[in-house]
C-alpha cells in the first residue's frame, strides 16, 4: 500500500514545487487538517477529506493510494513521522516543504546546527528551560497562540532570563515577525524564537540539608546510564539524582517521597530544571501501578528487600538499579540482596580538605556502599 504525504507552508499552493502540483491534481482523495485544505485550489478534482478527532484512528485506515497535507517538513514533528510510526507496513512516498524551524533559522539569521528545537505540540515544553539554561538559543514549536505566554512564564518561573521572538504565518502572505508582549493576539499557527540572556551556570537545587553529594551524586547518575526514558527515586528528597539522570539523557522522572515537604521541594527543582517530573507522595514500600516503566530505579532511601524485591521484578531488560547505602545495616541488606539478584556492590569514600591546627588535612566521609544491577532474564 503507497500512501504520498506532501507538505504545504503557509504560503499555499503558490509556494509547492511542480511535483508537489502534480502529486495533488492527480490525487483522488486528500486527508488533512481544515486549514491545510483550505490552501488548495478549488479546481481539484479529489476528494477533500478533514481529519477527524481523535486523529490516530484514522491512521489505521488510510487506504491505498490516498494522499495526505502535512505542515512544513512531514517528517519534523509532523505526521509523516506519525504515520511512519504508526503504520509501517506503509510504502510512503514525502514530499517536503521548508519547516517552520528551518524558516524560523532564516528569519532569526541563527545557524540551524546551533539551534535547539522544542515541540509543544501536545509534547511538554519544558526541555526549552534546560536549552535556555545551557545557554542555547532555542526555537520552540507551538500548539497554539497560548504557547508563547506559557513559555515565558516557564522561564521567570524557574528564574531565567531571556528575549522572545514571536514568529508567525511563516511563508506566508500574513508573516508577522514580533518581539514577544502580553498584550499580543498571537495567531495560533507560530513559533517561538528565545535567545538567553546568558549562560545560567551550574544548576543549583534547593534542599533542607538531606541531598547526595555532587561527588556521589555524579557517581550514582553515571552508574544509572541516563536514558530518554524513565527513572524512579525513591526516598527522592530534593530530587537531585533524579533530576541529574534526566538532565544527562533527557529523560523524566517519578519521585516517590514520603514527606510532602520534600515532595514539593523536588517539583520546585524539577520545574526550574526544566525536567518533566510526577511525584508520588507516600511510602517507599508502596509501589504504584500507574508509575511509567522504568528504564531505571534509584533507592535513596527507604531500601527494604520487599522495595527492592519489587523493583527488580518492574525493570524491563537491561534497566539499572542501583541503591546507595551508609549504614552497617544497609551495607548488610545490600549485600544479602546481591546474594539473592546479582549486581556488584561498590565501596566509596572521599575526603575532603579541612582546616587543621595552622595546617590542613583531609577528613573522610562515612562510606557509601553502592549495589548496582543491571536486569538480565535468564
Not at 549562560?199 to 555524579?218: C, L, N, P, S, Y
Not at 526514558?229 to 537531585?240: L, N
Not at 526544566?274 to 535513596?300: R, S, Y
Amino acid at each position: 500500500m503507497t500512501v504520498t504525504v506532501v507538505g504545504i507552508g503557509a504560503d499555499g499552493w503558490a509556494g509547492l514545487t511542480g511535483t508537489a502540483h502534480g502529486e495533488l491534481r492527480s490525487a483522488t482523495v486528500i486527508h488533512g487538517a481544515p486549514r491545510q485544505l483550505d490552501l488548495l485550489p478549488g479546481d481539484l478534482s479529489a476528494d477533500l477529506r478533514p481529519w477527524p478527532s481523535p486523529l490516530l484512528p484514522a491512521l489505521d485506515g488510510l487506504a491505498d493510494g490516498v494522499h495526505v497535507l502535512a505542515s512544513g517538513d512531514p517528517m519534523f514533528y509532523g505526521i509523516g513521522a506519525t504515520i511512519a510510526r504508526r503504520r509501517p507496513d506503509l510504502d510512503l512516498r514525502v514530499i517536503p516543504h521548508l519547516s517552520s524551524f528551518a524558516l524560523a533559522c532564516a528569519r532569526m539569521r541563527w545557524p540551524a546546527e546551533e539551534v535547539t528545537v522544542v515541540s509543544a505540540v501536545a509534547r511538554d515544553p519544558a526541555p526549552a528551560v534546560q536549552a535556555v539554561r545551557a545557554g542555547r538559543r532555542t526555537i520552540v514549536l507551538s500548539e497554539s497562540g497560548a504557547t508563547p505566554a506559557a513559555l515565558a512564564d516557564m522561564l521567570r518561573g524557574a528564574g531565567l532570563t531571556a528575549t522572545l521572538t514571536v514568529l508567525e504565518q511563516l511563508g506566508g502572505a500574513r508573516e508577522k515577525i514580533r518581539p514577544f508582549r502580553r498584550n499580543l493576539r498571537i495567531d495560533d499557527l507560530n513559533v517561538v524564537a528565545i535567545e538567553p540572556a546568558e549562560h545560567a551556570g551550574e544548576f543549583v537545587f534547593e534542599h533542607d540539608g538531606q541531598i547526595t553529594k555532587a561527588d556521589v551524586r555524579a557517581l550514582t547518575v553515571s552508574a544509572l546510564r541516563p536514558t530518554p526514558g524513565w527513572i524512579w527515586d525513591f526516598g527522592a528528597g530534593s530530587g537531585s539524582v533524579g533530576i541529574s539522570w534526566a538532565l544527562q539523557g533527557g529523560g523524566s522522572v517519578v519521585a516517590v517521597e514520603r514527606r510532602a515537604d520534600r515532595a514539593e521541594r523536588a517539583a520546585r527543582n524539577a520545574a526550574r530544571a526544566g525536567v518533566a517530573l510526577e511525584i508520588v507522595v507516600g511510602d517507599t514500600a508502596d509501589l504504584t501501578a500507574d508509575m511509567p516503566v522504568p528504564d531505571a530505579i534509584f533507592i535513596g532511601g527507604g531500601l527494604t528487600e520487599q522495595l527492592a524485591a519489587a523493583c527488580v521484578g518492574v525493570l524491563p531488560d537491561g534497566g539499572r538499579l542501583v541503591a546507595n547505602t551508609v549504614t552497617v545495616e544497609g551495607q548488610t541488606l545490600v549485600t544479602a540482596l546481591r546474594s539473592r539478584f546479582g549486581g556488584d556492590l561498590r565501596s566509596y569514600t572521599v575526603s575532603d580538605l579541612e582546616p587543621l591546627g595552622g595546617g590542613t588535612a583531609w577528613r573522610p566521609r562515612r562510606p557509601i556502599v553502592q549495589w548496582v544491577l543491571t536486569k538480565e532474564t535468564a
